[in-house]
Antibody
Framework: QVQLQESGPGLVKPSQTLSLTCTVSGGSISSGGYYWSWIRQHPGKGLEWIGYIYYSGSTYYNPSLKSRVTISVDTSKNQFSLKLSSVTAADTAVYYC??????????????WGRGTLVTVSS | SYVLTQPPSVSVAPGQTARITCGGNNIGSKSVHWYQQKPGQAPVLVVYDDSDRPSGIPERFSGSNSGNTATLTISRVEAGDEADYYCQVWDSSSDHRGVVFGGGTKLTVL
């Protein structure tokens, strides 16, 4: 079955760029029909959607993070990635990658990675 | 931007029925999805498109959506249902378009 796994540094310094990768196994990221997304959760808080990408490279970001976020896809490696620039302590969170089942007017996250904690600290 | 409001906590005795609400302006016109998150784990989709269940989710989990309130109902609650529950919609009606999550509800099984 399809599985998602996040990877990347667990510690990032303030003002630097947070970089994470999600590896998709058990299925092809470019098979179509799904979007691929990043979501984060601040410690003890709720879920915050960051953005999503289609295998073709088209993206859509949370407007509140758009100026700092880049999501990209590497179909040859079956991976998609997140870059969040100019991080502060407020970006400390567990970051999840997830698969999006998208319809005309809605979408939901039917498969999630286990999440990875990223701490922003000097 | 579109706001989803959930009660912070709901408590229920084992074997009883838990109802977790998700309020939003005319939410009945949107598709609502629900996630269960146990401590230290990733969220799991339990209901999508208001009332459909993914494979593997017990029939005890059901959903409804009308007017300004969507509801996740868990029948015959078990100790293993204790978790945080989040509702989610896709908002395409405001300037802040995209995914919106509710603040989450902690379900406590007494």
């Amino acid at each position: 079955q399809v599985q998602l796994q996040e990877s990347g540094p667990g510690l990032v310094k303030p003002s630097q760029t947070l970089s994470l990768t999600c590896t998709v196994s058990g299925g092809s990221i470019s098979s179509g029909g799904y979007y691929w997304s990043w979501i984060r959760q601040h410690p003890g808080k709720g879920l915050e959607w960051i953005g999503y990408i289609y295998y073709s490279g088209s993206t859509y970001y949370n407007p509140s993070l758009k100026s700092r976020v880049t999501i990209s896809v590497d179909t040859s490696k079956n991976q998609f990635s997140l870059k969040l620039s100019s991080v502060t302590a407020a970006d400390t969170a567990v970051y999840y990658c997830a698969r999006v089942e998208m319809a005309t007017t809605t979408g939901y996250f039917d498969l999630w990675g286990r999440g990875t904690l990223v701490t922003v600290s000097s | 931007s579109y706001v989803l409001t959930q009660p912070p906590s709901v408590s229920v005795a084992p074997g009883q029925t838990a109802r977790i609400t998700c309020g939003g302006n005319n939410i009945g016109s949107k598709s609502v999805h629900w996630y269960q998150q146990k401590p230290g784990q990733a969220p799991v989709l339990v209901v999508y498109d208001d009332s459909d269940r993914p494979s593997g989710i017990p029939e005890r989990f059901s959903g409804s959506n009308s007017g300004n309130t969507a509801t996740l109902t868990i029948s015959r609650v078990e100790a293993g249902d204790e978790a945080d529950y989040y509702c989610q919609v896709w908002d395409s009606s405001s300037d802040h378009r995209g995914v919106v999550f509710g603040g989450g509800t902690k379900l406590t099984v007494l």
